[in-house]
């Protein structure tokens, strides 16, 4: 009570490893490069907040492959 | 018209530039740093950091007229006020960093709260009042766009979180890193420092080992990850809660010193009382014949004499190599009324040298403070016997500095001093004050000499001799 909930560092440690299969690629843009990793762990930090953040990569990820594939089917 | 100089170590965001004119600071924006300046002024918690000290005043300069002539694509200047005297992270003691490290993450909170970001996270961005923390850097804030990640995290770890760290949970000072590399400690090599209990206290899992990892292996990925994270819904809140997090991580950091080290430090001192009230009523005389702008008190220790100094002076650097020396004076001065000493981690054997972009970008002490006077009390036996500095050669530093001094001798007789000397006795030939006073005598007008009733030392007041 008061003290608000740790995330559950283990098994957010996995979480940014399986975002890097669901990020397009493109350039970054900064004068400060932040680095893709940074801001790859501040999904793991973010808690249950970040999941659904996390989810919908991976939905969109997941979507985008099987657009690819269908494309690749139709112009083989 | 001569080129605008601009300040060297101003370079790094090209939104904006640092130059100075007449004493005073001027920082001239770009198109974009200026829709960023007119959001900044218009928020609530601008106004009410600057009331409070923790940023810089600054203003808008309507007429240019009496400036240099700049770029054409600086197309705004904002003055702000100077600071007393720049000093760098690596110059600072843990408390300093931690109260700068909050400082940061508080500006950045409030930032979010009103649509605003900041672009960097780096404690060359903070500077002193004293022992009040103020940022400067105003071209940090832009307006944050929808679902941007925090961008300074990684430099956040590098220059603040991690060398706290180092200090908190492993004792390591954290000075001679961030003095061997301007961006920080690696999140890898902190990582190999760290023994595996370490991964059990807070920070080190994710902060450390995760960010370690995860960058090692995609450094060289060309996804655009922020875009990613964007559309896919990141938000502000979330970045909200991280830095949250990241300031309860930092405010509960804290530097124990084995107790062996704080013992030792308080029976150090041999000073018998006579002699501390002779040399306070000498520092005092001298510090009342005049106001002066800068006096540095080098081996300052407790501050006693900085204190002193700090009635009537403009501003007091009390500068020792003992990080747990600095560490104390600092907690000290914070709960005191005094707002005109700046506690500093320094060694003079061993000063800050001139370091980044062609060694221009972070001048040495000396160049960024030059003081009017030196307090060099209880100093001169650790720099000649501690570190084997020719007896002559010290005086050549004091009058190199180009202040007045207030320097003490101490005999070989005395008990610090024959601590030094114990098994180097080759070293105190030449260690004698007849040998002092010849190069003293020298280089400066010594005005006052006043030997101390312990029989064992001797305090001079010395004017440089103007060649």
Not at chain 1, 21 to 33: F, N, R, T
Not at chain 2, 188 to 198: F, G, I, K, Q, Y
Not at chain 2, 293 to 304: E, F, M, R
Request: contains cysteine.
């Amino acid at each position: 009570m008061g003290r608000p909930r740790q995330p559950n560092q283990l098994v957010h440690a996995g979480l940014p490893v399986l975002l890097l299969l669901v990020v397009s690629e493109a350039p970054v843009e900064a004068y400060l490069d932040p680095g893709a990793g940074s801001l790859l762990v501040q999904l793991a930090l973010g808690g249950v907040a970040a999941g659904a953040v996390f989810a919908k990569l991976l939905w969109h990820r997941l979507t985008l492959q099987f657009k690819r594939r269908d494309s690749d089917a139709e112009n083989p | 018209m001569p080129a605008t100089r601009y300040e060297p170590g101003s370079f790094r965001d090209p939104a904006a530039r640092i130059f100075r004119h007449e004493n005073r600071i001027f920082r001239c924006l770009s198109a974009d740093a200026l829709r960023d300046w007119q959001h900044l002024s218009d928020t609530t918690f601008f106004s009410a950091f600057v009331a409070d000290g923790r940023l810089i005043d600054t203003i808008p300069v309507d007429d240019r007229a009496g400036l240099p002539e700049l770029d054409p694509s600086w197309i705004a200047v904002l003055e702000h006020q100077p600071v007393p005297v720049v000093s760098y992270p690596y110059e600072w003691c843990f408390g300093m960093l931690r109260d700068a490290a909050l400082l940061q993450l508080d500006l950045l909170l409030a930032a979010l709260d009103e649509g605003m970001t900041l672009k960097d996270a780096t404690p060359f961005n903070v500077q002193w009042f004293g022992v009040q923390p103020t940022f400067i850097d105003m071209a940090s804030f832009t307006i944050a766009e929808p679902g941007e990640p925090w961008v300074g995290y990684r430099q956040f770890c590098q220059l603040f979180l991690y060398p706290l760290l180092l200090q908190a949970y492993k004792d390591v000072p954290f000075q001679p890193w961030l003095r061997g590399s301007l961006e920080g400690i690696e999140p890898m090599h902190l990582r190999r420092v760290l023994a595996l209990r370490d991964y059990l206290r807070a920070g080190v899992l994710t902060h450390v080992y995760l960010l370690s990892k995860v960058q090692a292996r995609y450094q060289d990925t060309e996804r655009d990850v922020k875009t990613d994270l964007r559309r896919a819904g990141f938000s502000a809140a979330l970045v909200k809660n991280n830095v949250s997090r990241m300031r309860r991580l930092v405010d509960g950091l804290r530097w124990d010193p084995p107790d062996s080290t704080w013992s030792e430090y308080t029976t150090c001192n041999t000073y018998t009382d006579g002699d501390q009230q002779q040399k306070a009523a000498f520092v005092q005389r001298v510090v009342g014949e005049r106001r002066r702008d800068l006096v540095w008190d080098v081996g300052c220790n407790t501050g006693l004499y900085s204190r002193i100094a700090a009635e009537n002076t403009g501003q007091v650097v009390a500068i020792d190599g003992d990080h747990l020396a600095i560490e104390r004076l600092y907690g000290a001065v914070k709960l005191e009324p005094t707002r005109n000493i700046l506690p500093l981690v320094g060694n003079v054997a061993d000063p800050t040298p001139p370091l980044g972009w062609r060694g221009l970008e972070r001048p040495a002490l000396l160049d960024r403070a030059r003081p009017d006077l030196m307090l060099c009390l209880a100093l001169m036996h650790h720099i000649v016997i501690g570190r084997n500095v020719p007896l002559p050669d010290f005086v050549e530093w004091l009058a190199e500095s180009g202040a007045e001094v207030v320097v003490e001798f101490v005999t070989r007789d005395d008990p610090m001093v024959e601590r030094l000397l114990r098994n180097r006795d080759v070293l105190a030939d030449g260690y004698t004050i007849e040998r002092f006073e010849a190069v003293l005598f020298e280089a400066f007008d010594v005005v006052a000499k006043e030997p101390l009733g312990s029989g064992t030392r001797t305090l001079y007041h010395g004017l440089p001799r103007r060649s």
